[in-house]
């Protein structure tokens, strides 16, 4: 496969300070702090509101808004988020042709830098 079997480091620290002071923010606002910064497009029984939707036979009466049932004469249920964490995979192309480089540094060299580059930024905002 590649000619250089030996363990590297991923990131040297100067690369990890650097690292360290760049914001990572995402372009669309996350909600919750405490499970990761990425909110779940399922629904849970977080604190945190999401919506409203009718009530269908078989929900939780206690989910029951009394409050909407009283202006509107129908039954609503409330929904809460359900914060999760960010699941981060990160998947490298090791073929053959990832062993090409024409000064020095591979490929394959770019892209263990950028997986640990993209690591450690996860594992810095609470995520895995």
């Known amino acids: ?11 040297d ?3 990890l300070s650097r690292l360290a ?4 923010c995402p372009r669309v606002p996350m909600l919750g702090t405490v499970s990761g910064r990425h909110s779940s497009p399922h629904r849970g029984s977080s604190v945190e509101f999401a919506e409203y939707r009718k009530y269908v036979p078989g929900d939780d ?14 039954y609503y ?5 359900a914060d999760t ?8 192309d090791t073929s053959g042709s990832m062993g090409f480089g024409s000064t020095g540094i591979t490929k394959i060299d770019y892209a263990r ?16």
């Open 1 to 11: 496969m590649f000619p250089d079997h030996r363990p590297r480091s991923f990131l």
């Open 13 to 15: 620290h100067r690369v």
């Open 21 to 24: 002071a760049v914001p990572f």
């Open 61 to 74: 009466l206690r989910r029951l808004d009394w409050r909407a049932f009283g202006r509107s004469d129908r």
């Open 77 to 81: 249920v409330k929904e809460f988020e």
């Open 85 to 92: 964490n960010l699941r981060c995979c990160f998947v490298v």
């Open 113 to 128: 830098r950028i997986v640990g580059a993209l690591g450690y930024l996860a594992l810095q905002q609470g995520d895995a």
